[in-house]
């Protein structure tokens, strides 16, 4: 599974918990595409992290992505504008153990700073474990699983039939959401090299360089 990994700014120092506590997971590839605590190329929000994410997925350029903001609501409500996300709230373990088997998403947005204190970091390496533990969409309790799984089937049709396609929504949205990006060769690396939407990444990377 390829993991993409995406601070904003109010987290950025959260970056290398996150980093940390992925580091288990050997099975995984793990891309740091967002922001870290260190790094000197411009601020994203929440809003420009969510749209990432949505890039990402749209493209097929990695599996899962692990994002957040201060309270998670914010890169989740961001995120969640955009087709073909499933996005979750993890606040602990339980929270991403039943959204791996029920709803097998492909993002989740973490609190980053509220109730982020003594044993945060011990949570976010519990919470990534319980995640990652099992296949997700095997369902819970088990006697659900097939309604479950014909609930994720009529959400993914809903998404598909309420939005445009993504290129169209990249060109109708704020070009200045997107100028930042072109400093985060690690996000278009992963877009250009990963890609199994080959045709939708050209047309974004296309569209990033040329601002």
Known sequence: MRIAVLNEV?????????????????????????MQADSDVP??????TGLMAAMLINCGACDLIVGGCGTGQGFLN?????????????????????FSQINA?????????KGYGW?????????LRELLR??????????RSESQAQS??????????????????????????????????????????HSTDVETAQQIIQLIESL
Not at 18 to 34: C, D, R
Not at 154 to 174: T, Y
């Open 152 to 193: 994720r089937e009529r959400l993914q049709a809903i998404s598909r039939a309420a939005h445009l396609p993504f290129v169209e929504i990249l060109k109708a949205i704020d070009v200045e959401l997107l100028r930042p990006l072109k400093q985060y060769s690690a996000f278009l690396d992963l877009l250009r090299g």
């Open 78 to 98: 961001s995120a969640m504008q955009y087709p073909g996300v499933v996005c979750g709230l993890i606040i602990d373990p339980l929270d991403a153990w039943l």
């Open 10 to 34: 109010s987290a950025r120092a959260k970056n290398a918990d996150i980093l940390f506590a992925l580091a288990e997971h050997a099975e995984h590839e793990i891309y740091n595409v967002g």
């Open 105 to 113: 998403g492909n993002c989740i947005s973490l609190a980053l700073n």
């Open 119 to 127: 044993a945060g970091e011990l949570n976010l390496k519990l919470l």
């Open 43 to 48: 601020e994203l929000t929440y809003i420009q």
């Open 134 to 143: 099992d296949a997700p969409g095997a369902g819970y309790p088990p006697q």
